[in-house]
């Protein structure tokens, strides 16, 4: 069996078979909640953005359609290495830790679809917030897109089994320490694979405590890509504007 839980994030992102369990994501739904996120930030024409923890670049690639000059940046070489074949005079992808600040500042800092909360250590989550602010220019905002935490607990599915391309995701999902872990085991070529998701189960609360160690000032919250007002207990995403 081959199992890997260390750092989870730096080896499951980087795998092929990441990318089959999640081939399905609703990119309609990713490009409809950028246009409705520029609009209400109103970013500048021809505006700067860093997206971090940017996977294989489909929100960067597409805010560059809109205009705007796009960095991407992930601490997963194959997603990087896999973005950079959409790269052109104003969009750039490169191999980057969050848990420190870019060389560069920004109009805008956008950390999307839950890709904060994977440190086992508090210091480094907070050290990503303090990161995105230092990237910010003086009139520039950060974002924030995470699962509800409580809405998440509250409807958790213990097992599921998911078959994409032929390979059968075996999915258990728990409540452990505060965090919430998705286990993945499945069989390629007679091999059993084995890993574990595990995010941080922050909640608004949280993330105020975070934001006020980093002297961040949160503007405002909604509860969904639409931007609709935020409710912690029916409320499926928790996006948090700050500065």
């Known amino acids: 069996m081959i199992t890997d839980t260390t750092n989870w994030f730096t080896s499951w992102f ?10 399905d994501r609703d990119d309609t739904e990713a490009h409809e909640f950028m246009d409705t996120l520029t609009n209400y930030l109103n970013i500048p024409e021809q505006g700067t953005i860093l997206d971090l923890a940017c996977g294989k670049g489909r929100h960067a690639v597409y805010l560059n359609t809109l ?53 086992d250590k508090d210091e ?18 950060g974002v924030i897109d995470f699962m509800n935490s409580e809405y998440v607990i509250d409807n958790l599915v213990p097992e599921e089994l998911k078959t994409v391309d032929g390979i059968d995701f075996n999915l258990k999902r728990y409540l452990q320490d505060g965090y919430i872990i998705k286990d993945i085991s499945f069989y390629v070529n007679g091999k059993h694979y084995n890993f574990l998701e595990r995010v ?44």
Do not use: W
């Not at 980087?14 to 081939?23: E, G, N, Q, V």
């Not at 104003?90 to 420190?100: G, I, N, P, R, S």
């Not at 941080?200 to 007002?229: I, P, Q």
């Not at 935020?230 to 995403?237: I, L, Y």
């Open 14 to 23: 980087d795998t092929p078979f990441y990318h089959i369990l999640y081939k």
């Open 67 to 119: 205009g705007y000059h796009v960095t991407g940046v992930d601490l997963s070489e194959n997603s990087i290495k896999h973005a950079k074949q959409f790269e052109n005079d104003t969009l750039h992808f490169e191999v980057h830790d969050m848990c420190k600040p870019y060389k560069k500042q920004f109009d805008a800092v956008f950390n999307l679809f839950t890709s904060f909360g994977y440190f």
């Open 200 to 243: 941080k189960a922050f909640t608004l609360k949280d993330f105020k405590r975070l934001f006020e160690k980093a002297n961040v000032h949160l503007l405002d919250v909604f509860g969904d890509y639409k931007l609709r007002k935020f409710n912690a207990k029916t409320s499926e995403r928790l996006v948090m504007i700050f500065k």
């Open 124 to 141: 480094d989550n907070l050290n990503t917030i303090k990161a995105i602010k230092a990237n910010l220019n003086e009139y520039g905002f």
